[in-house]
């Protein structure tokens, strides 16, 4: 008896919103690498053509869609244009995301003067895109009876912590979509569209390095140490780590796995600090 390969995605097409970040990209090299083909989609056309030029440097068949997760009109489109290339959209990674420094609280700005358009942009492109790229690509989906859309939740839906409560907020939104979404389309449309989500726990990335490393020293921060301390094997993820959990979740070995969060985080969520 021959034993099916479990993470066999060759041929899959895979859209990947936040494409040129450090995550989305590493998705995309995980996935491409794999015999997935990749659609890249994310705002900065230049950020994403450097992303594509990189993939197809490694032999990987890829796509670059100049889009807002928040502009449905946008969206619409390039999931035309994905379907026009490829025939068809397998998987969709809504990796599109991130906090920012108007969102968080610090020694200059409570939580009483946090402005409102801080806490917006990032409720907004965390939780609203996601909803809005998983209308617009999932419902093609829904037309060919399968697929697969794998979002990017955080630790912080499981325990907020300090200093970002919008990014928090925004996260544990995610995992309650992921969930809710997950039963909807098996309910409404097809068991075999599967919605689940990772969690990653604490991974250096533009958005987040200026909490973690002290700009003029490259030493950790004290938020930086703590988060180290209470990391059982004390090291941030490196974006790899994310990749075969990444793999796993959108290929045939997950058939029965659907509405699931699942932590990548060292341990940290494990941890009670004692």
């Known amino acids: ?132 790229a998983s209308q617009a690509f999932g419902e093609y989906m829904v037309d060919q009876g399968e697929g697969a859309i794998l979002n990017v939740s955080s630790m912080n839906a499981f325990t907020p912590l300090t200093k970002i409560p919008g990014y928090s907020g925004a996260k544990a939104a995610v995992s309650n979509f992921t969930e809710w979404l997950a039963v909807h389309m098996a309910q409404e449309y097809s068991p075999d569209i599967r919605v689940n989500a990772i969690a990653p726990g604490f991974f250096l990335t533009e958005q987040n390095r200026y909490l973690l490393i002290d700009e003029e020293t490259g030493e950790y921060t004290d938020r930086g140490q703590s988060i180290i301390d209470h990391t059982p094997q004390g090291r941030f993820g490196d974006p790899e780590d994310l990749s075969t959990t990444v793999l796993w979740l959108i290929a045939p070995g997950s058939e029965f796995v659907t509405g699931t969060v699942i932590p990548i985080d060292g341990g940290f969520s494990a941890f009670s600090g004692v």
Do not use: Q, W, Y
């Not at 990209?25 to 996935?31: D, G, Q, V």
């Not at 670059?64 to 969709?92: C, H, K, M, Q, Y």
């Not at 990796?95 to 700005?109: C, I, K, M």
């Open 1 to 132: 008896m021959t034993v099916p390969n479990d993470f066999e995605i060759d041929g899959k097409v895979c859209v990947i919103t936040g494409g040129s970040g450090v995550l989305g990209s590493e998705m995309a090299k995980a996935i491409g690498e794999n015999g997935g083909k990749v659609a890249l989609l994310a705002r900065s056309e230049d950020e994403l053509e450097e992303t594509r030029a990189e993939l197809e440097d490694r032999g990987i068949d890829a796509i670059a869609l100049p889009a807002s997760v928040l502009d449905r009109a946008e969206l619409d489109a390039a999931a035309e244009t994905v379907v026009d290339e490829f025939g068809r959209i397998d998987v969709l990674v809504n990796a599109a995301g991130g906090n920012h420094p108007d969102a968080t609280t610090g020694s200059d700005t409570s939580f009483f003067d946090l402005p409102k358009e801080g806490l917006e942009s990032v409720v907004n492109v965390n939780f609203v895109g996601t909803v809005l």
